[in-house]
Structure formats: C-alpha cells, structure tokens
C-alpha cells in the first residue's frame, strides 16, 4: 500500500533527483515548444508583433527564440551546461511574461490569464534550475566526476 510518510522522506533524502526531473521535464517542454514555434513561425511572429512597439526586431528575435528552445531544450535534458542553457531562455521567458502576456491579462481575458500563469510558471522553473544546476543525473555531473578522477595506472602525486 501506499504510503505517504516514505515517499516524503525518499523525497527529502533525494531532493537532487527530483530537482532533475524539473530540469529534463523543462527540457523537453521548452524543445517541444521550440518545435511548435518552428512549425508555425508564422504564429510567433503574430505574438511578438501583438506585443507591440516594444519588441525588439520581432524577426531577430524569432531567430533566436527557436534555436534557444530547440538547443536549450536539449541541453537540459541532457543536463549539459544547465546553467547556460537555463540563462539563454530566461530572456525569452521574462519578454514572454513581462511584454506578451501581462499586458493583456488586463483585459480579464482567460486565455491571456492561462498563457500568463503558464509563462510565468516555466519562468520561474526556469530561475530555480539556473540557480540550482545540474543534478547527479546530468552530463555535467557525470564530466564532472570523470575529471575529478585519475586515469588507472598513473600514481598519485607525492
């Protein structure tokens, strides 16, 4: 039977771990949503240009929102430079959150309040695992751990 009081202490000795499931969860969300924003670039640049005058070169930034969810995406759920793969999207987010849907979430409109709660949610994810890093279950962890060691057969320095 289930029981509650084992999974919460498995959680608490093993807060490393589900800090990288967050990490590869948000990995493959922000490559799908790449992929999304790849298939109909079309849509994305109606998103920025509802935003209005305050994008910066709505075209740019399609160029560079696609192949930071696409690589970004990959790279953390991989867990490979988790932290620079977790900054390149915190751009992105904080425009999405603070330009995009904010403004509209004023209007009282459900879909502006769902997309707001979403972006913000992904932008907050995103912070925690930038500020955390990559997990035991990461390449970076894994590369880590590999330099860390001595080749067999060289001896250790006196």
Not at 26 to 35: D, E, I, N, P, T
Not at 57 to 83: C, D, N, S
Not at 86 to 115: K, T
Request: charged share 15%; net charge positive.
């Amino acid at each position: 039977m289930f029981n509650l009081n084992q999974c919460k202490e498995w959680m608490h000795k093993h807060a490393d771990v589900l800090m990288d499931m967050i990490r590869i969860y948000l990995g493959v969300a922000l490559f799908f949503k790449g992929v999304f924003f790849m298939s109909h670039r079309d849509y994305l640049i109606q998103l920025m240009n509802d935003a209005g005058s305050r994008w910066f070169a709505p075209a740019a930034m399609a160029h560079y929102i696609v192949p930071a969810h696409l690589v970004g995406g990959l790279m953390l759920i991989a867990g490979l430079l988790t932290r620079v793969a977790a900054l390149a999207q915190l751009p992105i987010l904080i425009g999405a959150v603070g330009y995009l849907h904010l403004p509209r979430l004023m209007v009282m409109d459900v879909e502006a309040r769902q997309n707001f709660e979403l972006s913000a949610l992904v932008l907050f994810l995103t912070l925690l695992v930038f500020l955390h890093g990559s997990g035991r279950l990461s390449l970076d962890h894994l590369m880590s751990r590999s330099a860390s060691h001595e080749p067999p057969g060289v001896p250790k320095a006196a």
